[in-house]
């Protein structure tokens, strides 16, 4: 079991930046970060070993966003820039042993999530 805590999402103006933020209570596992927009389903952004900071994107991840780790903490961080309104979402962390998982159903353990809202 691994608890899995996010933060860092609000209320932003388009053109704006955000630090998503997900502490993890265990160092042996892959996070993934996932976003939900109203109405949709949950999408793949990327993901990382927390061993060895490997990554590797999904579909949706751009130019736009970036993931890095800070090893003492066992944090992950999602920078996402140049928000744009259609990057509104509920942006969850999972937790995964299995490297490369793109899936939600692979992701045995989630984080409450933290809503992003891109508004002027």
């Known amino acids: 079991q691994v608890q899995l805590v996010e933060s860092g999402g609000g209320l932003v103006q388009p053109g704006g930046s955000l630090r998503l933020s997900c502490a993890s209570s265990?160092?042996?596992?892959?996070l993934g970060w996932f976003r939900q927009p109203p109405g949709h389903g949950r999408e793949f952004i990327m993901g990382?070993?927390?061993?060895?900071?490997?990554?590797y994107l999904g579909d949706s991840a751009k130019g736009r966003i970036t993931i890095s780790r800070e090893n003492a903490k066992n944090t992950v961080y999602l920078q996402i820039n140049d928000l744009q309104p259609e990057d509104t979402a509920v942006y969850y962390c999972?937790?995964?042993?299995?490297?490369?998982?793109?899936?939600?159903?692979?992701?045995?353990?989630w984080g409450h999530g933290t809503q992003v809202t891109v508004s002027s």
């Open positions: 265990g160092s042996t596992y892959t």
């Open positions: 999972a937790a995964t042993s299995n490297y490369g998982a793109t899936w939600a159903a692979d992701f045995p353990f």
């Open positions: 990382m070993r927390l061993s060895d900071g490997s990554t």
